[in-house]
């Protein structure tokens, strides 16, 4: 078996092969934290956790390094800092950590490295840093100093913009460039611009400022991964004019003809089939759905399923349906598990270890390794084990057991949501209104049995009844 990934710079599915499998390398484009970040953030971060899981598969724990930035200096960070009157690493600070809870509980693995921007702007402790990497572009004639600024020469770079594979007069356009007296050429763009007092900024030969966002990644992936690597991701957005320039800058100051040898992008989330925005009433952070989205908390593998029943580079509409099937299809998942495990709702996957370190099927890694075709992982795979494990004596160990480690292979756990959330129901209240319920029938009072199972709905409960008496389940 070989993993394939599609290249988004030679538009091709390609085999992977690392520079170095010993230590595969992958950077990814991490938040802008100024606030919570929305369920678009999410899609990067679910899908390259995904990669990563994969990767140390297969080439060792040990020997895949995986590097997110933090942007923490940013324009929209000043204006929020000063909205709320307080430094910028306060709200940096405290967004970056609401950030790490959120994909925390989304069932990411942290990555190997979180370098934050500004501790990269200077650093004597780096082999390269955002300053001395501009001065390597200028003494090699494709960047220039003026008025304070320090631009990007593009025409200095002949094969500029072969990622995006944009004629340079329509990526202007699209772009919208400023038109700035200190510009030689309206596509070049800021490597580095004065700060005024109140703004954040660092000594630098061109005076007191900040870098432009582009320069940020180009110094983080290079210091910490080296001047070529693997796999450099992000979302599609990214593209132009975040990718093509970060490309640029890293190969003009190394001399490199690649940057990275795949690139790989998700597509871009709607949510109910519009562009997500504040203005539309439909932004969705991540914060709200873990607790509480229009009534109802979700569990974080619930939210992660439903990321993962789109193929990662084809756009995805994220709606209340897509979210209401996961959870319902992560409720069978649990159902099997524990019938043909005989686990109760209080087991810890993760303290099993036959499951949590169990191999994952060849079936799964199959579909995994055709560009991580999750949405195949899901809707054939994993419903296949659940047909066969659904036999007329009851549910069968061998493909429940390989359900629920293939679930934890893609970081989904179906048993967590019910050991965290159990302990905020009261059984004991529960089990008194189904039992006035079951009363209210048998008198034929259908209007306070109505009453009362509407009454459990709103604490999240829903009731199955059968001939054998009320059960009930958690709303999901
Ligand atoms: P930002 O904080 O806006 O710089 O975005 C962080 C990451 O989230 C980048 O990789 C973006 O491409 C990605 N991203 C932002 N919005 C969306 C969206 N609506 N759908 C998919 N990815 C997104
Ligand atoms: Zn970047």
Not at 53 to 75: A, K, P, S
């Amino acid at each position: 078996m070989e993993l394939k990934l599609y290249d988004t710079l030679t538009r091709e599915k390609r085999v992977f092969a690392p520079i170095d499998p010993d230590r595969v390398r992958m950077y990814v484009c991490g938040p802008t934290v100024y606030d919570f970040a929305h369920i678009g953030n999410a899609r990067p971060v679910i899908v390259f956790d995904v990669l990563f899981r994969l990767l140390r598969h297969i080439y060792g724990d040990e020997h895949v390094t995986y590097v997110r930035n933090i942007t923490d200096v940013d324009d929209k960070i000043n204006a929020r800092a000063a909205e709320r009157g307080i430094p910028i690493r306060e709200l940096t600070d405290e967004t970056y950590k609401n950030f790490q809870a959120d994909v925390a509980a989304l069932g990411c693995l942290p990555p190997t490295v979180e370098p934050r921007a500004t501790d990269y702007v200077s650093n004597p402790g780096a082999s390269v840093d955002m300053i001395r990497l501009i001065e390597r572009l200028i003494k090699n004639g494709n960047a220039y100093a003026a008025e304070g600024h320090v631009l990007f020469d593009v025409p200095s770079m002949p094969d500029y913009g072969r990622l995006s594979k944009r004629a340079l007069d329509e990526m202007i356009a699209g772009a919208r460039v400023e038109v700035a007296p200190y510009k030689r050429d309206p596509q070049d763009f800021v490597l580095w611009k004065p700060s005024n007092p109140s703004e954040p900024g660092w000594d630098s030969p061109w005076g007191r400022g900040r870098p432009g966002w582009h320069i940020e990644c180009s110094a983080m992936s290079a210091a910490l991964l080296g001047e070529t690597f693997d796999i450099h991701g992000g979302g599609i957005d990214l593209v132009f004019p975040h990718h093509e320039n970060e490309i640029a800058q890293s190969r003009c100051a190394f001399h490199t003809d690649v940057m990275a040898n795949y690139w790989m992008h998700n597509g871009f989330l709607q949510v109910e089939g519009e562009k997500m925005s504040k203005s539309l009433g439909n932004f969705v952070t991540i914060r709200e759905l873990l607790t509480g989205w229009r009534g109802l908390p979700w569990s974080g593998d619930a939210i992660r399923f439903a990321m993962l029943t789109a193929h990662y580079a084809q756009p995805i509409d994220w709606t209340d349906n897509r979210l209401a099937e996961a959870g319902a299809n992560l409720h069978t998942f649990h159902l099997v598990g524990a019938k043909g495990l005989g686990l109760t709702d209080e087991t810890d996957l993760s303290t099993l270890p036959e499951i949590a370190h169990g191999r994952p099927s060849d079936r799964l890694l199959q579909t995994l390794y055709d560009d991580l075709n999750t949405p195949a992982a899901i809707f054939t795979h994993f419903f296949s084990l659940v047909r066969e494990a659904d036999s007329k004596s009851g549910i069968l160990e061998t493909p429940a057991r390989q359900l629920l480690i293939d679930c934890l292979f893609m970081g989904i756990d179906p048993f967590r949501f019910y050991r965290t959330q159990m302990a905020a129901f009261d059984t004991h209240k529960i089990q008194m209104l189904i039992d006035q319920r079951t009363a209210a029938r048998k008198a034929k009072d259908f209007q306070e049995s109505d009453r009362i199972r509407d009454e459990l709905a709103a604490m999240g409960v829903v009731l199955k009844d059968s001939k054998d008496g009320t059960t009930w389940a958690i709303a999901r």
